[in-house]
């Protein structure tokens, strides 16, 4: 158990960089106490670990030392064998690089284990879409991926209303979050965060111009956020004017230009 937690440090730090003992203690799931007695053994049998005092010091690794450990055990093979390649990936256009990774770590195990990744594609699969589940056209996908992942802002389109009416924005893209095989883009505009369905977008065009993501923004809780205040206002609680009719159709409007709720 103790070597599993030794190596895991090791990648965190070769990984993430520098990082703080209270941190590592909450990746580890164990105390700080625990790391700062994990780092004086990795120092003692060599490893280039160091410790940075200050606010704004922490654990780190030497830049020049790289590990290549491939230690797995059989059973993180087993759930890394597990993911199966979902539509979402291909519609990212990243599925290759995936499918390619996994072949390499294939060809890295033991001869004894090379055979595990078709035994448990054969005993598990991962189905992300639901019954009955449309194929959304999703021509700006990849256009917002790489826009995304290059920092740079987006000019999207949609319709609002039943006149068709088209509304231009340019947002700052945060994240793509596929919620049961469907994408949604989480953009900023103006300082407040929304939401757009991509298959909605009637276009997405990528901006010269760049933006900084904020420093503690945190997609999974925001994305998380958003749901669960889309959930209340589905249920149709709380009214803040007390009439339903009209909260009802004004959180349709705001939902549809991707607007926070009143």
Same mark, same amino acid.
């Not at 590990?67 to 230690?71: A, D, K, P, Q």
């Not at 890295?108 to 001869?111: E, G, K």
């Not at 790489?146 to 992942?149: E, F, G, I, T, Y």
């Given at each position: 158990?103790? !070597? +599993?937690? #030794?190596?895991s440090m090791i990648m965190l730090l070769q990984t993430r960089g520098r990082m703080s003992a209270r941190e590592l203690a909450a990746e580890l799931e164990v105390s700080e106490r625990t790391v700062c007695r994990d780092v004086e053994a990795l120092s003692a049998d060599g490893i280039p670990i160091y410790c940075e005092p200050g606010r704004d010091g922490g654990l780190a690794l030497l830049d020049s030392y790289r590990?290549?450990?491939?230690?797995l055990s059989a059973g993180e093979a087993r759930a890394l064998f597990m993911l199966s390649i979902p539509a979402c990936l +291909?519609?990212?256009?990243?599925?290759?690089h995936l499918r390619s990774a996994l072949l390499k770590l294939a060809a @890295? #195990? *033991? !001869?004894t284990r090379r055979g595990d990744d078709q035994r448990v594609r054969q005993c598990f699969y991962l189905d992300s879409t639901w019954w009955h589940e449309g194929q +959304? !056209? #999703? *021509?700006?996908?990849r256009a917002i991926y790489? @826009?995304?992942?290059e920092d740079r802002r987006l000019q999207v389109s949609n319709a609002i209303g039943? #006149? =068709?009416l088209r509304l231009d924005q340019a947002v700052d893209p945060y994240g793509l979050v596929a919620k049961a095989g469907v994408w949604h883009l989480v953009y900023a505009q103006l300082g407040r965060l929304g939401v757009k369905r991509v298959s909605d977008l009637l276009d997405a065009i990528p901006l010269e111009s760049r933006f900084e993501r904020p420093a503690g923004f945190d997609l999974v809780a925001s994305w998380t956020d958003w749901c669960a205040r889309r959930e209340a206002r589905a249920s149709g609680f709380p009214f *803040?004017? =007390?009439c339903r009719r009209h909260c009802w159709n004004a959180s349709r409007v705001r939902s549809a230009a991707g607007l926070a709720p009143p």
């Open positions: 158990m103790r !070597a +599993d937690r #030794l190596i590990t290549s450990l491939t230690g +291909d519609e990212l256009g990243v599925a290759g @890295s #195990l *033991p !001869a +959304d !056209a #999703l *021509p700006h996908l790489q @826009s995304l992942w039943e #006149l =068709g *803040p004017c =007390g």
